[in-house]
């Protein structure tokens, strides 16, 4: 069965990458932040919990990331931001030309669209941009490796 949905290299997939690339380094600083909190009690050098600020300063830097990235649409003025994507007999094609390197590929699933990262570029495909099949059917099609790696089944 065949497949087909639009997906968006735009600003906002932009953004959205951006986000996905800065999340483990969040993820780390908190962690970092909560193990400091041991020699910080037991010590009493309270000085050392100035290093919560670290999370909240990456956590600030994403938002205001997303924002800049999603509003600022001019450096991609004169490029095809619309693409049309199918899977059909565990191919995917992209603008009706086959994707040669699947190895690379990687999708993040988020509740109103699918994030689809490959080699060289990444597209946001929303819940109701699917011509033909479902966003369900396209998930059932798909197994997971690792590292949000994908193949067709």
Do not use: W
Not at 57 to 62: A, D, G, H, K, R
Not at 96 to 121: H, M, P, Q, T, V
């Amino acid at each position: 069965m065949k497949i087909e949905m639009i997906g968006y290299n735009d600003s906002k997939a932009i953004a959205i990458y951006g986000n996905i690339k800065l999340l483990p380094v969040l993820i780390i600083s908190f962690l970092i932040s909560i193990l400091m909190l041991i020699p910080c009690f037991i010590f009493k050098i309270y000085e050392m919990l100035f290093i919560f600020i670290l999370p909240f300063l990456i956590f600030s830097l994403m938002i205001i990331q997303y924002l800049i990235n999603s509003k600022y649409k001019t450096f991609l003025k004169d490029q095809k931001t619309k693409h049309k994507f199918c899977l059909e007999n565990k191919i995917l094609y992209k603008d009706g030309k086959a994707i040669k390197n699947i190895d690379n590929i990687r999708l993040y699933k988020f509740k109103n669209y699918l994030f689809l990262e490959l080699k060289e570029s990444f597209y946001r495909i929303n819940n109701d941009d699917y011509l033909l099949g479902s966003r369900e059917e396209f998930l059932s099609r798909i197994s997971y490796s690792k590292k949000h790696y994908i193949r067709f089944d």
